[in-house]
């Protein structure tokens, strides 16, 4: 009988010892990080930088530029929703912020595409090279007064994206530039201070 209870009685401590530590280990500090850090994790194409550059007072402009850190990825882009799309301005792809506070307030349009996107509407960056676009702020709600300075960025997701150079992306491809690799991946540019004269 005294071994009967014996056993019980390790069987039941050994229970009780694991629910303890599994308790233990799902409210440990630790896990908790581990489970933080793979929820932040980065969506942004890996390799690809956008940043902004302001080259003139009047009429403002910034030079957008797409850089390929990647030393042997080339990517191909689909400019739509990015800074180098031709209706960026047009789109809300820009938060242009006045320096006393509040929102510039953009026209922003719905723009019917032409399918498939013409071949003027990708741009190719080779590994550890860059491309560039110039962007004037010209649009009629742009505030008239002048000197004024205003806090710009770009921020949006991709439409379309593969780790090629053009010549590899099919016209199918293209057609179907949503089911792209990195499609619906992130950018955020550089804020910078925007001086208008």
Known sequence: MANFWNRQTTVISGIVITVLCTF????????????????????SVPGLEFKLTQISHSPPSLIVTLKNTSPDTPYTVLKWGTPFDSSALNTGVFSITKEEGGKVEQVVLQINRKMPPSQE???TIAPGTEEEVEVVFDKPWMPEARPAKYKVKAAGEFKGVWGKYGDGVTEDEKSAYIESPFSGKTFTTNEVVMEVH
């Open 121 to 123: 509407e990708f741009v």
């Open 24 to 43: 233990y280990i799902y409210q440990s500090p630790t896990q908790l990080n581990i489970s933080m850090s793979q929820s932040t994790t980065s969506n």
